[in-house]
Structure formats: structure tokens, C-alpha cells
């Protein structure tokens, strides 16, 4: 992690965010799901409602893994969402932002929720036991893995991609953390405007 941290300091911020979290994806596991292909998952929300992919039908979804310790490409992806959120205006009532935690140790229901607002009110939270969110980043494709730190902290690895999925629950495209509130809002502009 340490050769991590020295590169995102020595390099331009969409460099740094490409060094950040490179996904550990075994060769044999295609890196995103199939176009089309629904995505599954039962988690809770902050409010502990019990959600699930259904619940969220009728809207198209920005889903985001990470983790609120996540010291540099989370917090930043969270903004380029919120900022693309905002450029959608009217037309993000058709959209919900997602943040799937592969933390629930430390992102408990009033960690994630202060950290979301932060970005977005309009975020919602999402977590669950260690084996819910491990399905769930299974049906998105999604690597995770804990690193623990000399200090007796610990940090993630993870995959860091927008996944924008359709109002009926299949995946629709990918975006790199890298991309921009603009290249998120004309992503999901375009999708939108072919349904």
C-alpha cells in the first residue's frame, strides 16, 4: 500500500485515481457483468430498511463499493456523482446513488449516513453482514480485499467503478472512478434518452 500512496502523491490527480485501487480480477472473471444481465442484492439501508435490487425498480442506479476511511478515489467519486447528480437536474429523479460499503466493521448506519450527506443527501447507504456484501460485489464483479496497516489499522483494496445499472434492474455500462461529473451525467443522458 505504501508504493500506492507514494504514487498518487507523486502523480496528477485522474493518474492518481487510476493507481489508486487497480482491480485484482482473476484472469478467468470477466471484469464487469454481462450488458443486460440483472444484478442481485439484498443489503440494508442506513435506516435499516432491508433493500434489495427490486426495491429500487423504476429507477436507474449509480452504484459505487467503497468505504468512508477510503482515503483518497472514494471520497473523490462521491463528489463526481454528486456533481453529475446536479447536471442532470430534473432527470435525477430518476436516478438514485448507491454506496455499498465493503467495510459494515466501521461504515455502521450513522458513519455512512453523516459521510453520504456530506457528498449528496440523495446518497443512500447500503450494508449488510460480511456474506450479503460479499454477493453483492459478486454480481457487480467487484474485487475487495482488506490490507492491514503497520499501525494496527487496516485499508481496501477494491474495485473502483461506477456501475450505472437500468431502471429494471439490468447493468447497463461501467465508468472508471476517473470519470467526471460530466462524463457520468453523459453516460447516463445518453441511456435515458435510447429507453
Given at each position: 500500500m505504501s508504493k500506492i500512496r507514494f504514487a498518487v502523491a507523486k502523480q496528477d490527480a485522474p493518474?492518481?485515481?487510476?493507481l489508486a485501487s487497480p482491480p485484482k480480477v482473476p484472469l478467468a472473471q470477466p471484469l464487469f457483468p454481462a450488458e443486460g444481465s440483472k444484478l442481485i442484492f439484498a443489503l440494508t439501508a442506513t435506516d435499516g430498511t432491508a433493500v434489495a435490487?427490486?426495491?429500487?425498480?423504476?429507477?436507474?442506479?449509480?452504484?459505487y463499493f467503497g468505504y468512508t476511511y477510503c482515503p483518497d478515489?472514494?471520497?473523490t467519486t462521491l463528489m463526481e456523482i454528486?456533481?453529475?447528480?446536479?447536471?442532470?437536474?430534473p432527470r435525477a429523479d430518476m436516478a438514485q446513488g448507491l454506496f455499498i460499503t465493503v467495510d459494515p466493521q466501521r461504515d455502521t448506519a450513522v458513519v455512512l449516513n453523516d459521510y453520504l450527506?456530506?457528498?449528496d443527501p440523495r446518497f443512500v447507504g447500503l450494508t449488510g453482514t460480511h456474506a450479503e456484501i460479499a454477493a453483492a460485489a459478486r454480481a457487480f464483479h467487484v474485487f475487495y480485499e482488506r490490507n492491514d496497516t503497520n499501525?494496527?489499522?487496516?485499508?481496501?483494496?477494491?474495485?473502483?467503478?461506477?456501475y450505472l445499472v437500468d431502471p429494471d434492474g439490468r447493468f447497463a455500462t461501467?465508468?472508471?472512478?476517473?470519470?467526471?461529473?460530466r462524463v457520468i451525467s453523459d453516460a447516463l443522458s445518453a441511456?435515458?434518452?435510447a429507453r
Amino acid at each position: 500500500m505504501s508504493k500506492i500512496r507514494f504514487a498518487v502523491a507523486k502523480q496528477d490527480a485522474p493518474a492518481a485515481l487510476a493507481l489508486a485501487s487497480p482491480p485484482k480480477v482473476p484472469l478467468a472473471q470477466p471484469l464487469f457483468p454481462a450488458e443486460g444481465s440483472k444484478l442481485i442484492f439484498a443489503l440494508t439501508a442506513t435506516d435499516g430498511t432491508a433493500v434489495a435490487d427490486q426495491t429500487y425498480r423504476g429507477k436507474w442506479l449509480i452504484v459505487y463499493f467503497g468505504y468512508t476511511y477510503c482515503p483518497d478515489v472514494c471520497p473523490t467519486t462521491l463528489m463526481e456523482i454528486a456533481g453529475a447528480l446536479n447536471a442532470l437536474g430534473p432527470r435525477a429523479d430518476m436516478a438514485q446513488g448507491l454506496f455499498i460499503t465493503v467495510d459494515p466493521q466501521r461504515d455502521t448506519a450513522v458513519v455512512l449516513n453523516d459521510y453520504l450527506k456530506s457528498f449528496d443527501p440523495r446518497f443512500v447507504g447500503l450494508t449488510g453482514t460480511h456474506a450479503e456484501i460479499a454477493a453483492a460485489a459478486r454480481a457487480f464483479h467487484v474485487f475487495y480485499e482488506r490490507n492491514d496497516t503497520n499501525d494496527g489499522s487496516y485499508l481496501f483494496d477494491h474495485s473502483a467503478y461506477i456501475y450505472l445499472v437500468d431502471p429494471d434492474g439490468r447493468f447497463a455500462t461501467a465508468i472508471g472512478s476517473q470519470g467526471s461529473s460530466r462524463v457520468i451525467s453523459d453516460a447516463l443522458s445518453a441511456l435515458m434518452a435510447a429507453r
